[in-house]
């Protein structure tokens, strides 16, 4: 039984900045993967890093970097310690590679919905508000919505019992087609299950939708796809891959982006997710949450 009740983001109302001119920013973990994948630093230490590094006291996880530890509760409970101890919100967790949600064979997509509720066991540990998922699958365009609204109901039903939401990011193929994303969530009526708008991903026929260096042959119009998306989001994803010597992002207008998430009345986190090669990630991360604070306050 699907459960209409609203799904909150429970983690982060006791911190949220009610002044306009602030915008709430977050760190999303795969802003530094390149970093905790070579070990310099630890996995483990992102909420502190986040907090003592860049100011910033509300993180999103990413699955791959804790592939050995997904049902391990005594590592979530020592995770929600770390970030306890320095004043830092779990917020969510990015979930990749776990089967397709949206697969044509039934028993494939049941597995699909299987994997992904470790993450969502996780989440709660960490008192996180969502995990993020990938809307793939395959088939005609009918097929493919039925099987995602199958998948994605059935791990909603989950989310709404243990209270965590199920968020679907635009990140390649047709989860790029903001109307047609938009409208698989509307079908399936669960409001555990919502959307994270990511600012980047808008590849139509490129799993992971990176529109980065020009190279996507059908793009799918990101200001339309974002707009499209903010009615359901729970969460929203500021990519940025490069910056010219004023500090502009130089493939999306960061303007016009995050004119659209404030006029929609998104009340949530903003999440930097530099993915840039010219600059460190370091000097990505702190680029993007300029660039946000700056933007929002001329808006």
Known sequence: MVLLVPGPLKATQQYFNLEESVPRISLAQWSLHRTFEKRVFKAEDFAKIAKDTYGIAAVEYVSSLYGGFGKDE??????????????????????????????????????????????????RILDCHSIRVNAFGSGDRDSLRSQLVDGLGKLAEYGAEI????????????????????????????????????????????????????????????????????????????????????????????????????????????????????????????ATKSLIEKTWQAL
């Open 74 to 123: 005594v590592f979530w409970n020592r995770m929600k310690g770390k970030a306890d101890d320095v004043a830092v919100l779990n917020l969510l967790i990015m979930v990749d590679n776990e089967g397709n949600l949206g697969d044509p064979s039934e028993e494939k997509r049941n597995q699909a919905v299987e994997n992904h509720i470790k993450w969502l066991n996780a989440a």
């Open 163 to 286: 209270g965590i939401n199920i968020l679907v990011e635009n990140h390649g193929l047709h989860t790029s087609d903001g109307a047609f994303i938009g409208e698989i969530i509307g079908e399936v009526g669960n409001n555990f299950l919502g959307s994270l708008p990511d600012f980047g991903n808008w590849c139509l026929n490129a799993k992971w939708g990176s529109t980065q260096g020009g190279k996507c042959s059908e793009v799918y119009d990101p200001y339309n796809g974002v707009e499209q998306l903010l009615p359901f989001a729970k969460g929203v994803s500021a990519k940025s891959y490069d910056f010219d010597a004023d500090g502009k992002e130089t493939t999306i207008d960061y303007h016009k982006m995050l004119e659209l998430v404030k006029s929609s009345g998104f009340d949530g986190y903003i999440g930097i997710e530099y993915e840039g090669s010219r600059l460190s990630e370091d000097l990505g991360i702190k």
